[in-house]
């Protein structure tokens, strides 16, 4: 979710990733909510944040302090 509103909200500002410490199923309560803004994430995948290495990363937000534990450092 919050990958898809940073990008409908900052337009081209922003280049964003989203990922977790654990790739999931998205769930359905987000794409209903997303969808109330018009927004479609349907068709996303959920992804680890090894996927997220070799990319040029400026501010990663964390969600929960479980995220802020086992996150790993982005130099």
Not at 2 to 20: I, M, P
Not at 29 to 35: D, E, H, N, Q, Y
Not at 65 to 75: Q, R
């Amino acid at each position: 979710m919050a990958e898809c509103l940073l990008r409908n909200l900052g337009g081209d500002r922003f280049e964003s990733f989203s990922a977790g410490t654990e790739a999931t199923d998205i769930r359905p309560l987000a794409i209903r909510a997303t969808a109330e803004l018009g927004i479609d994430i349907s068709s996303h995948r959920s992804k680890h944040v090894n996927e997220c290495f070799g990319k040029s990363i400026d501010t990663v937000i964390t969600v929960c302090d479980n995220a802020k534990e086992t996150c790993p450092i982005f130099p």
